[in-house]
Nanobody, 129 residues
Framework: QAQLVESGGDLVQPGGSLTLSCKASGFPLETYAIAWFREAPGKGQERVGCINADGSITSLEDSVKGRFTVSRANPKKVAYLHLNSLAPEDSGIYLC??????????????????????WGQGTQVTVSS
């Protein structure tokens, strides 16, 4: 069955960096866009980044632009979120979601908003001194 598993969350000091991984199994990751979300108390769910199926289009939320990047390694069935210059307000549970379908997988990071078809369980990022 389709599954996504996030890993890489940790406790890190302000200014530090982390790389989160989103590993897919049971479905062809290369035909799905991957969106990254985070959830923090009082903030709800925020989409922070996205990469389309072939990696030709990426997007980042303004609050993380210039600090975070998204990438993927389709042969390894893994997508990544690279977090740099972390601040306490970046703390939260980070989740990845896979977005399928011909139109959504190619355009969900640019011209249209599509909800993920598969969700990971989340990984905790805590930024604290």
């Amino acid at each position: 069955q389709a599954q996504l598993v996030e890993s890489g969350g940790d406790l890190v000091q302000p200014g530090g960096s982390l790389t989160l991984s989103c590993k897919a199994s049971g479905f062809p990751l290369e035909t799905y866009a991957i969106a990254w979300f985070r959830e923090a108390p009082g903030k709800g769910q925020e989409r922070v980044g996205c990469i389309n199926a072939d990696g030709s289009i990426t997007s980042l939320e303004d609050s993380v632009k210039g600090r975070f990047t998204v990438s993927r390694a389709n042969p390894k069935k893994v997508a990544y979120l690279h977090l740099n210059s972390l601040a306490p307000e970046d703390s939260g549970i980070y989740l990845c979601g896979a977005i399928g379908g011909r139109t959504c997988s190619e355009n969900a990071c640019s011209t249209i908003r599509c909800e993920p078809n598969v969700w990971g369980q989340g990984t905790q990022v805590t930024v604290s001194s």
